[in-house]
């Protein structure tokens, strides 16, 4: 793989790099490398510094000492010009498409293939299908990007950075929201991408990927390398060992609850199957706990929440809601029976990004607000002001404030609002901090543990073991469509969940 040919393999040394921000030093000189053809996993818990150290290494933050070097030059800092010139290409973790454009725009975003000044649609259509063909995927040029799900919409962007013939590609979490089937569709694209030669950094904290598609492994922990070494030299207990290190403890557990626990499941699942996504599985949640079912991609964990909402039905076995065990056959049955549901996909999922802020907390509950089937602004204001300030959400005074313009965790209160609005017994979230920051997933758990405290059973569906272990009373660990380990009270640790959890 080294010096082999005539030209050199693309080479990046990124060293001692330093940053703070507000005075708060979060990169403590970090040294990392990477080579053409070859993968490097980047480790480590949230805030660990992964993003902040790739950001610098593509131009995008300037560190504050150190330098990067790439080929033979050394850089102090990079624009992200300067970065994108020599090859380096980074896919967030947020989306930055153009959601109103087509698949075949965005791809070429940024560089419009022009004839005598002209923009060339066939060129740009034709560079489109190109990409996408190479990656393996039938999605639409046509098509425009909002109309996407998730996972293709990641797919574009991956698109997007290739059609800039990327020798360095930086793909920061790229799988969570991906289904499994899109996951592998990547995997099998890195593998390619590696073997022409180009350079690879991939983030994650999914173990399993990372013996699955890396060379090397580089594990931070509170800004300093913790762990750097060879994949076929390490093993998954190291590696988490080096990721959460003594913080295990600091990953903070909720205090047991004071408040009653209900006798009567408010929801059960027993014996539940559906297709090939699960079987067999047995969970329940009583009124007055938060229960998390944790399973990483494709393990099965969101299909069963889905569910609850009549997203999807069962083949055999029981989902017994508020005492009734007939079937959900779809949402609106589901919010009658008293469910909520906060999807993983935000913005696809139930968010009206271009309508106020008080019209998404009042929408499911329009029949409890309407006088002779009207709905006033006024009584849509109240709805949002009863939640306003219980659940912190971040906004102007304001109940006309588009939705579009509250950050990600915010978003998500306004939709823990809705629910609440509309008196639901049960609450079920798909990944309810997904692209949430720190601060912001801190306020949801506290909302959570407090809805349960007022009697609502929640069940959170999570990929992120440390949510597990933050926000839950008790966690099913599900793997490969079953529940394998249910974990109460202190048995909830990082280490007990990624066992269970398995590779
Ligand atoms: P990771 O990607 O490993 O989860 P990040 O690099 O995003 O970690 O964050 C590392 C630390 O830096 C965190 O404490 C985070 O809050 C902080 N941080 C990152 N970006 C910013 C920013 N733009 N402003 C202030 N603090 C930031
Ligand atoms: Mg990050």
Redesign the pocket.
Known sequence: MDGSGVSQPFRLEARRIR?S??G?E??HGVDLHVTGGSVLALL????????????IIAGD?QADAGEIAIDDAAYAALTPRQARDLGVAIIF?EFQDASTLTVAENISLGRLPARRGFVSWSEMRARARRVLDQLGVEIDPDATVGSLRVGERQIVEIARSLSGSARLLIL??PTAALSHHEAEVLFDFIRRLRSQGVALIY?THRLDEVTEIADRVQV?RD?QTSLLTDVAQTNRREMVEAMIGRRMDAVGRPAAPTHPIGETPAIAWQGASSGRAFHDVTIEARPGEVVAIFGKLGSGAAEVGETAFGIRTLDAGTLTVMGKDDAISGPVAAIDRGVGFLPADRKAGGAFLVRPIAENVAIVSWPQLSRGGVITDAAEAGAFSRWKERLAIRSRNDPRQTMGTLSGGNQQKVLLARWLERDSRVLVLLEPTRGV??GARADIYRSLRELAAQGVAVVAVTSDYEEAVQVADRVYVMSKGAVVAALTGDGIESGSLLAAAGG
Do not use: C, H, P, R
Request: proline share 0%.
């Open positions: 940053k921000f507000g708060v979060v990169l480590g818990e949230n805030g660990a510094g992964k993003s902040t150290m790739v950001k933050y973790q920061d979490e983030i931070l800004g920051d720190v």
